[in-house]
């Protein structure tokens, strides 16, 4: 099961034995805050890859075995304060 948390984390369960199977944690950067606290809108899977926005908007590709890999596909210009929560990553073919 692929999970996501607030403050740019997502994690990996194994289901039939609860084991953590990988962690993902991204840094903050000071002075980043959203405007409705801590928000998370989950992943979005494509074959073997996952995304989620992180908390300053920028796509993030991770590779779902291992949760490594992690790739900014997309840069949001927002860098202080979002005026909203990112929205979920929407599922698009990568050629």
Do not use: H
Not at 3 to 17: H, K, V, Y
Not at 52 to 61: F, P, Q, R, S, T
């Amino acid at each position: 099961m692929f999970a996501t948390g607030s403050g740019n984390r997502g994690f990996a369960i194994d289901l039939l034995t609860g084991r953590s199977v990988w962690r993902y944690s991204s840094p903050v950067p000071n002075g980043v805050q959203g405007c409705c606290g801590t928000v998370n809108r989950g992943f979005a899977a494509q074959g073997d890859r996952l995304f989620k926005m992180d908390i300053e908007a920028n796509l993030v590709a991770l590779d779902a075995k291992t949760g490594g890999g992690a790739m900014e596909k997309l840069k949001s210009t927002t860098t202080k304060k979002a005026s909203a929560p990112p929205p979920r990553p929407w599922s698009w073919e990568i050629k």
